[in-house]
């Protein structure tokens, strides 16, 4: 008896501790919304630092595995993107044979070339639809089916008009890629990684622009000087290789977990997939990824102010997506990289030396972009877009002198110089960037408007830079470039955050977009998700039986920090 009743007496003193305890977690719980208040004020420098810290031990421990899973995922998504900088610059190498072949005027030898950018501003405003309907992995088969067709059309083309639609029908491809691929890689990603997998997509352009041009040299010295009229053919029809490849190996990749939450509410599927590609990370940790994008969801969809993309709430990111598209293309790379053959012509080239110095810009492109990506997770996105600004500027002002003073031979060192500024700046932030600022529900989208802005530029640009150079001198239009760039330095310096290392569903707090409903500045958890984590807590101290009364304050307390973290919390 007397046992009995000292269990008795301990029993009862154990649910005076969990009842008290369950309060104290649910009045944490209903502070939740309080106490992030204070972290909307958290820097970006803090997340970062939050980020080393946390992942010091457990990175180090982790196997090889997990990052060749992601790396396949990532590579694969970004081969779209190889393709992309083949089809972007292997007309480089065509474009005067066929101006010759079916005698151009130099209006329509612009209209014809830039025919596949005008395809791409569509494919970058449609592609959110596909991105959103069908799925990013569908989306992404669907890109490679599109460039095969391009490929071979292009090459069987008949006249100027069948080369223009063909043209098209790939631009389309390459804008749609523009919005899926980076986005896909950026939300299978882990925060760390975040900038050097989503900047794989760039990476693999710059591979795709060095082997155009490889290709283009090859195709030249074998059969250029006898067969010219089948040489451009080769040219363009060489893509279906590679796109054939990516079309295939884009059949095996995952759903993106954030779409199958976000469409379908399949927490499961969406699991499945971060233990696949994360399969060293504890449940805990992808738990905790679930739930946090289902917070994001239900604060987009909880509150009306948040049903429209065109809102107050996303200014912020919308401007940042606008600019980043348009300066990008106001420093005249796509018309560079286009007519490379032709600018370095300009500078007293020959045309076979003119090819050559345009691989030279290849590897240019595709080291300096490696070197951007490398340090895109460390310097930061906003530190890579001021070094790249101010290295456009400084190398564009050289070509205006040596034009301007007949120095030809510093032109050539000027853009190696100018493709350098533009791989580890703009070119390794932008696609990254983009993919970056918008919330989940609209991430598609957002990545649709940058990607418009940026070809919608570059297309009216790459359309009227023959003419221009040939109206006015080179020099002019290089000197236009770089007032360009000097606006553009001010917008980086006054305009960008920096958002290196801060979780998708905590961008909002950097941006000033994570609002609730009655203007404020921090997201509202709902009743249901206070319920559960008291619910969750309590249940856990329950389980606790062994811990002494110390032990369970501080398990408590171990739980609510817990709790604070899966709730929008700063840990």
Not at 327 to 351: C, K, T
Request: negative net charge.
């Amino acid at each position: 008896m007397t046992s009995i009743s000292k269990n008795s007496s301990l029993n009862n003193c154990r649910y005076e501790q969990v009842t008290h305890s369950s309060q104290k977690v649910t009045v944490v719980a209903d502070s939740l919304d309080a106490s992030s208040h204070e972290d909307r004020e958290l820097h970006t420098d803090q997340y970062a630092s939050h980020d080393t810290l946390s992942k010091t031990s457990s990175t180090r421990t982790r196997s090889v595995s997990s990052s060749h899973k992601i790396l396949y995922c990532a590579v694969t998504s970004s081969l779209s993107g190889l393709i992309f900088g083949f089809d972007t610059v292997v007309i480089s190498g065509a474009e005067q044979q066929i101006q010759s072949q079916w005698s151009l005027s130099d209006g329509m030898h612009g209209l014809v070339i830039s025919m596949a950018i005008w395809g791409t501003v569509i494919g970058s405003i449609i592609g959110a639809w596909p991105t959103e309907m069908l799925g990013r992995t569908k989306t992404l088969f669907l890109i490679g089916v599109l460039y095969v067709i391009s490929a071979i059309w292009s090459a069987e083309a008949g006249n100027e008009y069948q080369f223009m639609v063909a043209r098209a029908v790939g631009g389309l491809g390459v804008g749609i890629s523009t919005v899926t691929s980076p986005l896909y890689n950026s939300e299978i990603s882990p925060p760390q990684w975040r900038g050097r997998l989503a900047g794989l997509f760039q990476f693999q352009i710059c591979v795709g622009i060095l082997i155009a041009y490889c290709s283009n040299a090859v195709i030249m010295a074998l059969i250029g000087e006898s067969r010219p009229e089948i040489a451009w053919r080769w040219m363009m029809g060489v893509a279906a290789v590679p796109a054939s490849v990516y079309t295939f190996l884009s059949c095996g990749l995952p759903e993106s977990p954030r779409w199958l939450i976000t469409h379908r509410q399949d927490h499961d599927a969406a699991l499945s997939v971060l233990q696949n590609v994360q399969p060293d990370a504890s449940v805990e940790e992808l738990q905790a990824t679930v739930h946090a994008i289902q917070r994001e969801v239900d604060q987009d969809n909880d509150t009306a102010s948040h049903d429209q993309f065109w809102s107050r709430r996303l200014a912020r990111p919308i401007f940042l997506a606008i600019t980043i598209g348009l300066f990008n293309q106001l420093s005249g790379i796509n018309a560079i990289l286009y007519f490379a053959p032709r600018v370095f012509e300009m500078a007293g080239l020959g045309a076979k030396n003119a090819l050559m110095q345009s691989i030279g810009i290849g590897i240019t492109n595709l080291v300096f972009t490696f070197l951007g990506l490398s340090l895109i997770d460390r310097l930061g996105r906003r530190t890579l877009l001021i070094i790249g600004t101010i290295g456009y500027i400084v190398t564009l002002l050289t070509c205006v002198f040596g034009f301007w003073a007949r120095i030809y031979s510093i032109v050539p060192w000027a853009l190696f110089g100018f493709i350098g500024a533009h791989a580890i700046g703009q070119g390794s932030v932008i696609f990254v960037y983009l993919a970056e600022i918008f919330p989940t529900k609209y991430r598609s989208k957002g990545q649709g408007l940058g990607s418009f802005s940026h070809w919608i530029n570059a297309a009216l640009i790459s359309t009227f830079f023959p003419e221009v150079v040939d109206s006015t001198s080179p020099q002019f239009t290089f000197f236009l470039f770089a007032i360009f760039m000097m606006v553009a330095l001010v917008w980086v310096v006054c305009c960008v955050p920096e958002t290196k290392g801060v979780p998708l569903e905590e961008i909002g707090k950097v941006l000033g977009f994570d609002v609730d409903g009655d203007g404020g500045n921090t997201p509202m958890l709902s009743e249901n998700s206070k319920l559960a984590l008291a619910s969750k807590y309590t249940h856990a101290l329950i389980m606790d039986d062994e811990a002494d009364d110390s032990d369970d304050d501080v398990f408590v307390d171990e739980q609510i920090e817990m709790g604070k973290m899966h709730a929008g919390g700063a840990p």
